[in-house]
């Protein structure tokens, strides 16, 4: 893990292995809420970031495989748990009903959200499996 100044890990290379497949990152509440507010129309997978172990090897290289599936999503966005915490926060004001977990992703269509992968779905899994269960989310709801 790379560190910076002292202040803690350097999360550079975690957000640009998002950023670098065209996920948008939401950094602050009102961001998040720009974000929601422009994808009241297709599709959007909100990928909940963070620092662990299983969003490095399991979470994020996944999504870059989903990637690779016919249909996806119209809209894709981050927020970084841990890191920009009022970010996340506001973001899981969307989806209230399924408890906080990160990593983490959720699926919405017209503005509804329609699938939760959970970090327990993340967790002790591969890439590939993971890559699995969003390409079936992307396969159940994308045009």
């Not at 950094?27 to 809420?33: C, I, L, M, Y």
């Not at 970010?87 to 269509?109: G, L, Q, V």
């Not at 329609?114 to 899994?125: D, L, Q």
Request: aromatic letters at 10%.
């Amino acid at each position: 893990m790379q560190f910076g100044f002292g202040i803690g890990p350097d999360t550079t290379w975690m957000r640009d292995e998002l950023t670098e497949l065209g996920v948008k990152e939401a950094t602050t509440p009102a961001e998040v809420d720009e974000m929601m507010a422009g994808t009241k129309e297709g599709t959007m997978l909100l990928v909940i970031n963070s620092v662990c172990g299983c969003a490095a090897g399991n979470a994020r290289p996944a999504v870059k495989i989903a990637m690779e599936n016919e249909k996806k999503p119209t809209h894709l966005y981050t927020v970084f748990a841990g890191q920009d915490k009022e970010a996340t926060a506001r973001a899981r004001e969307y989806f209230a009903e399924y408890p906080p977990s990160s990593p983490s992703f959720a699926f919405f269509k017209d503005g509804e959200i329609k699938a939760m992968i959970p970090r327990h779905r993340v967790e002790g899994r591969s890439a590939q499996e993971v890559a699995g269960d969003l390409k079936m989310v992307f396969d159940a709801f994308c045009e």
